[in-house]
């Protein structure tokens, strides 16, 4: 299940710096410096895991729930979408809360327990909040995407954390964001396509291996606490960058603008 989340939702990301060439027009200085900095984001939060794990534990979590949030469009207040985004972090703690616990642990020290029975102590608000969304979904028309999400939260409550995780992630989460970028960068060949998205996720994975080489003292050895700890690193950038250019795609005058909803079959 590490190597599915790892595999199939890593690659969602990797047509950032597409997005930014096809809707900012900028020369090969400006792109350099932007794809620089983009690469330090990603950098630095993987050194705060080796220096501060726990601040990088948070921070990722909070990073996660805000960018899950995003899903939900359909929710007018960003403190009601990050609670639902939330949701999908808190819901395994219903069922696993010592599974979640050993998760967090492995991923930082043991003071990230008490982190766990906060977000289990949230989960009933959050799902709350995810019951009132998958509701208004489906009164909208957006039957397929409240399904899906239904099941999803079900699953996380039932299954081992990683396992709802990886599905949530790699089957409703990933296609989603994948299915808008399609539309934006539709002129983008197949095979062009999937060569971007296999390098740049190839790319994280090898500079993240680079930096366990470097400093393997200081990171677990536990290969899905280290999965967890990639997609974090990258997941900062991502989540930046991404919500720039969605207000520059929502934008009246943008020449490619984002699609209000894509529906993704559960």
Do not use: K
Request: net charge neutral; proline share 5%.
């Amino acid at each position: 299940m590490t190597i599915l989340f790892i595999g199939g939702g890593l690659p969602h990301g990797a047509y950032d710096i597409a997005l930014l060439r096809r809707i900012v027009s900028v020369d090969r200085s400006r792109l350099a410096v932007t794809v620089g900095g983009y690469a330090a984001i990603a950098v630095l939060t993987a050194m705060l895991w080796m220096a501060f794990p726990l601040v990088a534990l948070v921070l990722f979590l909070t990073v996660a729930a805000v960018h899950f949030g995003e899903d939900w469009q359909m929710l007018d207040e960003p403190l009601l979408r990050s609670a639902a985004g939330a949701a999908v972090i808190a819901a395994p703690t219903i069922g696993h809360q010592a599974d979640v616990s050993m998760l967090f642990v492995e991923m930082s020290d043991a003071r990230a327990s008490v982190i766990a029975q906060i977000i289990t102590a949230a989960a009933p608000v959050t799902l709350l909040v995810t019951a009132v969304g998958i509701a208004v979904s489906w009164r909208d028309g957006s039957r397929h995407w409240a399904a899906a999400m239904a099941l999803c939260l079900l699953l996380l409550m039932i299954l081992p954390p990683v396992a709802g995780f990886a599905l949530f992630f790699v089957f409703l989460h990933s296609p989603r964001h994948l299915a808008q970028t399609r539309v934006i960068l539709r002129d983008m060949t197949q095979a062009r396509w999937l060569m971007t998205g296999a390098a740049l996720s190839g790319s994280a994975i090898l500079g993240w291996w680079v930096l366990h080489r470097l400093g393997s003292s200081r990171i677990d050895q536990n290969m899905v606490a280290q999965a967890f700890q990639l997609l974090a690193s990258v997941a900062v950038p991502h989540l930046l960058l991404s919500r720039w250019l969605e207000d520059r795609l929502h934008r009246p005058e943008s020449p490619n603008p984002m699609p209000s909803r894509v529906e993704t079959a559960p």
